[in-house]
């Protein structure tokens, strides 16, 4: 039971990453994600088979400390943004800032629950999402194409080296998904344990070390 829930909370929270998106290019400018359908929270207009269901039930049956998958990405024109110069970086942090507000609010929760009377059913739900939701958005700030980081990053570097910036991503974007399998591959054996080390950190200030 407790790992069909860490499913569907992984499943709800990439979605949750990838609705913000629609909705930050919306707000500054870009009505694309809007006029598509997207800007909701029902998760079928934005199901990918692979992303939001095979690799992210495969993470969470297995048994892994990898908690990652995506949505079907959400439609926008930077061209009708209206911050020429930061828009894009906006858009690209808007579903990490999203993740992470999450994980401070549950795991506010989580912190002070039980003062309020919170079973400790609750409380466990409320730290799943938090430590989901803050490994999603600590993952996707990792500024490796294509991952929100490196969008963000290279949207706020000046022209020149964007340009060279843009020309790897569009590289590595060749390759497909098999980009990504690669990178996750090189994570998982060199950069997995620091980085949980990170999350539990913050995971342990934003709970109070449940």
Known sequence: MATILAFVI?????????VAHGYAADSLGDPTARLAGRLTLNPLPHIDPVGSVIIPALLVFTGSTIFFG??????????????????????????STTNILLAIIFGIIVRFGSAFGLDATTLSLAATITFVNLFLGLFNLIPFPPLDGFTALRAALP??????LRHFEQKVRTMGVLSLFLFLFVFSFIFVQPFLMLVTWIFSLLTGGI
Do not use: T
């Not at 022209?159 to 060279?164: R, T």
């Open 159 to 164: 022209w020149n080296i964007s340009s060279g």
């Open 10 to 18: 992984l499943i709800l929270s990439i979605i949750a990453h990838e």
């Open 70 to 95: 995506w949505a079907k990405p959400v439609p926008y024109n930077p061209y009708n943004l209206k911050n020429h110069r930061w828009g894009e970086a906006l858009v690209a942090v808007a579903g």
